[in-house]
């Protein structure tokens, strides 16, 4: 048996400055928040890592944490918000101001951006965008004709992230996790990286059945409460209190800065 076991310092080291950090869960479902904290601590011990392009398929609390950290060069997410509980303050913070590189995205882009890499394929055809100005916006999405039909489809190019992180209720210790039905696009990352993280409710010694399975994980993290502000159904509900707080609290850098060590609990 391989022991996937390993510690937050550890998986750190696995992403990479400049690289391409995709986050899994779903709006304010089961995000790797743990992980970011132990990511944005880091950064701030020793300046990596820096310079991220951020995927998510939408982006919520522990994505506003890397970009109020200056650690986000890029976004590329369909969404980034915290649904009923308010904008991401750091996110619009810095995006008002053009200081944050959004590149546009949409459910489809990154859908069939991330086939296109688990096909092994440079891009994946597909009628959605045509007829929008989306293209205007993503020069680098091109369109082409089915050679068969003669209909034009848009070419989306593929997506292949450096590195992963899923947060999951349960995981072994070879890397096998379960997390649960609200999987978002979780299920394509693992698939789609370079490498993939697993932070976990809890541990088990076997699982009867996996979500994401041992050959495509290359480590699992122990970390209760590791979605926290966000929910981890069934296990505990989104903390909406912690959330308002945080929108109330924090809306630019200076006020991020002095609620950060609250928020990382140092």
Not at 68 to 86: D, K, N, P, W
Not at 106 to 132: H, V
Not at 151 to 165: C, G, M, T
């Amino acid at each position: 048996m391989i022991d996937k076991v390993t510690t937050f310092e550890s998986a750190i080291q696995m992403v990479p400055s400049g690289g391409m950090l995709a986050l899994g869960g779903l709006t304010n479902y089961r995000r790797p928040v743990a992980f970011c904290k132990e990511l944005v601590k880091h950064n701030q011990a020793v300046g990596e890592p820096k310079d991220l392009t951020l995927l998510a398929f939408t982006a919520g609390i522990e994505s506003d944490l890397l970009v109020g950290a200056g650690m986000v060069s890029a976004v590329r997410s369909c969404y980034f918000g915290l649904e009923i509980f308010g904008l991401a303050p750091m996110f619009t913070y810095y995006t008002n101001r053009g200081e944050l590189r959004v590149i546009e995205e949409t459910e489809a882009s990154l859908a069939f951006g991330l086939r296109a890499t688990m096909a092994g394929i440079g891009f994946m055809p597909a009628r959605a965008w045509i007829g929008t100005d989306l293209f205007k916006l993503r020069p680098d999405v091109t369109t082409i004709n089915d050679p068969y039909t003669g209909e034009q489809l848009a070419a989306f190019p593929s997506i292949k992230p450096d590195v992963a992180v899923i947060h999951a209720i349960e995981a072994d210790r070879e890397g096998n996790a379960i997390i649960g039905k609200h999987i978002g696009v979780d299920e394509e990352l693992t698939l789609a990286a370079n490498k993939v993280i697993v932070t976990t409710e809890k541990i088990v010694p076997r699982l009867e059945r996996a979500d994401l399975v041992t050959q495509f994980v290359d480590a699992i993290i122990l970390a209760p409460r590791g979605a926290l502000p966000t929910s981890c159904h069934p296990l505990y509900q989104v903390d909406g209190e912690a959330l308002l707080n945080y929108v109330v609290q924090v809306s630019d850098p200076i006020s991020f800065k002095n609620y950060l060590p609250r928020i990382l609990d140092f």
